[in-house]
């Protein structure tokens, strides 16, 4: 398990823990329900904000065990399972309608997007 997802299950353990919903826990750390469901389900990142926020709402530690073991992690955790699928996969397709892929670009085009 890595340092996020350790940190997501963590966090949704301390809110049932203390018997609070999404909604009741959001509306303590000013973040919506809707919000705190997405870092919960691992679509969204924790980021500091809502960290810090827990832990002055609530006194934990959260924004310490943050930057000790998630600051550097290469991948974030909603990104994990495309890439254990992209290992897996013996052909890669990509659809970008509005841009040509990187590899595939000259370097006026490049220069032009960007």
């Not at 203390?18 to 679509?43: C, D, N, P, Y």
């Not at 890439?83 to 659809?95: D, M």
């Amino acid at each position: 398990m890595s340092g996020s997802e350790y940190l997501i299950s963590e966090l949704r353990r301390v809110r049932e823990s203390m018997g609070l919903t999404q909604e009741s826990w959001g509306e303590r750390v000013h973040f919506s329900a809707k919000h705190v469901g997405s870092i919960e389900r691992g679509e969204r990142p924790a980021l500091p904000n809502y960290l810090g926020m827990v832990d002055k709402v609530f006194g934990t530690a959260f924004m310490k065990f943050y930057r000790e073991f998630v600051i550097g992690e290469h991948a974030p955790v909603w990104l994990r399972p495309f890439i254990e699928h992209e290992q897996q996969a013996s052909l890669l397709r990509v659809f970008q309608p509005l841009a040509v892929p990187g590899l595939l670009q000259t370097e006026a085009y490049a220069r032009t997007i960007i």
